[in-house]
């Protein structure tokens, strides 16, 4: 049970490159989300899905796009990379319960620079 | 756009010693988690706090709910360095259906030293 899992660990871009950040989960949950953690800002929210073929703009969309054709997998793309998009990014997936919470599980992080 | 503040920032202490961190907003939110980050590593759930005023503790760590739910402390007794590393506080947001959406704090980064 690997849980969580992102490709690749790290990528170096230059401005204007394009590239894909796989995420991939085995627990069957029907949430996904995506963010970017910043020093000193915590981890923000980018795109998130609640279903396979469902995306949704978190609060930091721009310049990111996502796709979720497979409901084990959630893709994040960025079409044309500025440096300001240099960031350590995080997949995360959940499941709804009883409660009124939603307990989401991380993977490992991408590391992205863009020079 | 929910807020949450989070204090403080860093956090540098010797091993025996007690402390607080501290996450405040003038929102009210429907449960609060706290996660903690190794480096090099993504967050890993500690808590998950549901109901005003609830309190929660897990060996020497006390986590408390604000009675308003705007609030949440994490409280850890005699530190040790095994507790270093990076706290998050996170909250999601109340009415209507959140799709479990997270408004996280900036983090406390603690130290413990020997």
């Known amino acids: 049970n690997a849980g969580v899992t992102q490709t690749p660990k790290f990528r170096v871009l230059k401005t204007g490159q394009s590239m894909t950040l796989l995420c991939a989960q085995d627990?069957?949950?029907?949430?996904m989300y995506w963010y970017r953690q910043d020093p000193g800002m915590g981890l923000r929210l980018i795109h998130y899905s609640v279903g396979e073929g469902t995306t949704a703009k978190g609060e930091v969309p721009d310049g990111y796009n996502v796709s979720r054709l497979k409901k084990q997998n959630f893709l994040l793309g960025l079409e044309s990379a500025a440096p300001s998009q240099t960031s350590v990014y995080f997949c995360a997936s959940s499941y709804s319960q009883a409660q009124l919470s939603y307990e989401q599980y991380f993977g490992p992080g991408t590391r992205l620079t863009v020079t | 756009t929910q807020l949450l503040e989070q204090s403080p920032q860093f956090l540098s202490i010797q091993e025996g010693e007690n402390l607080t961190v501290y996450c405040n907003s003038s929102?009210?939110?429907?449960?609060l988690q706290w996660y903690r980050q190794e480096p090099g590593e993504g967050p890993v759930l500690l808590v998950t706090?549901?109901?005003?005023?609830e309190v929660k503790k897990l060996k020497r760590l006390t986590f408390q709910f604000g009675d308003a739910r705007k609030d949440s402390s994490l409280h850890i007794t005699a530190a040790q360095p095994g507790d270093t590393g990076l706290y998050l506080c996170a909250g999601e947001d109340a009415g209507g259906t959140s799709y479990g959406k997270l408004t996280f704090g900036q983090g406390t980064i603690l130290t413990v030293h020997p």
């Open positions: 627990m069957n949950h029907e949430y």
């Open positions: 706090v549901v109901t005003g005023g």
């Open positions: 929102s009210v939110f429907s449960s």
